[in-house]
């Protein structure tokens, strides 16, 4: 079993397995693959025009990503045709990422190459 411990100091991140210690140095604002989602529902997507560094898997570092707004797709759904905003992710080392919004902010769909993810439902806390 591996238990790794992170922390980020200024601009570095320093991640330490207890046999390894790695130190990454970010550029920009970091995210994740987990936290851009949480990124995303924080602000109109209109707005989204930013870099940002990429961590994936808490790991592997990829700098310089892209985030920005793409426009608006009409989705079909039983209901008829669901508007949602795009917004890209593009970088090194990755596929085209595309978020779909929708109009109360929440990520609806996600594309990656063959890959897609869909929300399912929502549960209020």
């Known amino acids: 079993r591996i ?71 009409s989705v079909p759904s039983a209901v008829g045709g669901v508007k949602l905003a795009t917004v890209a992710e593009l970088g090194y080392g990755i596929n085209p990422i595309h978020y779909l919004i929708d109009s109360d902010g929440r990520v609806q769909l996600v594309t990656n190459g063959i890959t897609s993810w869909a929300l399912e439902s929502i549960k209020t806390i």
């Open 3 to 73: 238990t790794e411990k992170g922390r980020v100091k200024g601009k570095t991140i320093i991640i330490d397995n207890g046999h390894f210690k790695t130190q990454l140095d970010a550029q920009n604002p970091l995210i994740t693959q987990w936290t851009v989602l949480d990124e995303l529902m924080k602000q109109d997507p209109k707005t989204i025009k930013r870099k940002v560094d990429l961590l994936q898997d808490l790991h592997l570092l990829k700098n310089d990503h892209r985030l920005f707004y793409e426009g608006v797709v």
